[in-house]
């Protein structure tokens, strides 16, 4: 109650120890092509393995963008994933093409029909999990509650016993012969998953054809519900009625009939797809399908990255127009850095690579948002037993996660202490000095191969033309982290009185923050204004909130001089230098 009437004591809490939040500054985000997985949606990965289980392992085509990635997981242990769409479709147990994304595109295509839930049109009864060709290599088998057919199965060894009647089943029906129970199978038909043909990858025992089903813990046993959920490499479609003699039997309902088992298992090979042989696989995405992929990761409010890069399947122009599009989410945002790479070509079997990366590099957008490498990199690939080239801006952006882990964001990854690129067998592209002084000239850092010193990341400006305080990245990094820290704790402040209590209140936030940031060597000054000199009675009266916070960022060393001077015996050294 705000009065008391009467004497009393009335307590109250007041909470004034808000402070400057943490804030990410190490996740990574990339899109591609990847063989497998969800598409059009993030996902997170924290190493390369998980990459490989959700993605697939790379091939000749998909490894321009899993290299990439890669790279970064060296450094960095957060990346978020958007497999771009390149044209694929599922492969399906009838063979007819049919698209489905992820799990919310699968729910949205879901319709119900005659009372028998379906996917689209019904015709497919078991569909790849995702787009791509490593769908045809799934066979899915399957076995009712039949004696004759669970012993005749060829998977028979891989369970316990003959599928029967469930115990939900007999609970709730009165004929206790029901036979709702199932095994299905998911195998590697052709070996494209395991390395070997015939390879069994998941099994589902005594799963019920009951859509209420219900084990004795009280989880689906649904077998459809089941596979969906859990099944990594297919999702139910619709029902096979014509496998099953009983017209009683409903797949997707559970009535008082007994369920008739079929006398023999069904197998379902998945076909289909995108149209082409096996083992080939149209793997290279138009600039428009990374750009719908780039999209996912513009709003800053509900995706929190910091260090964006692709990989570079394009040339010419579309390598420029895929690059600027990159620059363009970075600015859009204006809390992450986008990195970015030439062309592999520009670099791998030019006869002018550095006349090539200058030409690519002055066609893009100038941002302090984006930082660009100079080379392509020659890295072992252990999933084909092949060394391939990559572009070499997820390196550069794990460089910078690195950074963040052995000092702070606000300092330059590049050079010979924190710029060493790990697992690097050559560069395509190793500039002389006259070379580099070109690619810096142009806002292009070198990747440079010393004698006995490693591959280092040789420059730290940003992709900004004009000159400025932001044109290196440690400077860019050091703002994007107060902005986000500062900005998030200020949020506090809305719908509060704009009065001195709360414009001290937030100095009070802010000051200590920048003091913490000064101590680690981030700024070397700063001044914070938020007072009536600042947020007048316009401003206050507009319903604003102004604070400024001036900053003077700590810079980085990019030259050295070194004078060495020689002077006669005999002459004091006070008398040149007046000390």
Known sequence: MAFQVSPGVQVKEIDLTNVVPAVSTSIGATVGSFPWGPVEEIVTVGSEKNLVDIFGSPNSDTYKFFGPAAQFLQYGNSLKVVRALTGHSNATSSGVDILVKNRDHYNSLVVSSGGITQVGSGSDVWIAKYPGNLGRAITVSTVAASATAFNNWDYKSVFSATPGTSEYAQSVISDRNVGDEMHIVVIDRTGEWSGVAGTILETFAFVSQARDARKEDGSNNYFADVINQQSQYIWYGAPDLTSFSDSGRTLNGFDEAAFASPNAAVTYNLNGGIG????????????????????????????????????????????????????????????????????????????????DVLSWANQLTSSSYAVIDSTALYIYDKYSDVYRYVNASGAVAGLCANTDNVADAWF?????????????????????????????????????????????LFGDKTALAKPSAFDRINVRRLFIVLEKAISTASRFQLFEFNDEFTRAQFRNLVEPFLRDVKGRRGITDFLVVCDETNNTGQIIDSNQFVADI?????????????NFIATRTGVEFSEIVGQ
């Open 276 to 355: 082409q042989p096996f083992g080939l696989d149209d793997n290279n995405p138009t600039v428009g399908d990374m750009s719908l992929a780039l999209d996912l990761f513009r709003d800053s409010d509900t995706v929190d990255i910091n260090l964006m890069f692709t990989g570079m399947p394009f040339t010419g122009a579309d390598a420029v127009s895929h690059t600027n599009n990159l620059i363009a989410v970075a600015e859009a945002r204006k809390d992450i850095i986008a990195f970015c790479s030439p062309p592999i070509d520009s670099t791998v079997g030019s006869t002018s690579p550095n006349a």
């Open 412 to 456: 330059s990854p590049a050079g010979l202490n924190r710029g060493q690129l790990l697992g690097i067998t050559k560069v395509a592209h190793n500039p002389i000095k006259a070379e580099r002084d070109e690619l810096y000239n142009a806002r292009v850092n070198p990747i440079v191969s010393f004698p006995g010193e490693g591959t280092v």
């Open 550 to 562: 001036y900053i003077k960022p700590a810079r980085s060393i990019n030259y050295i001089t070194l």
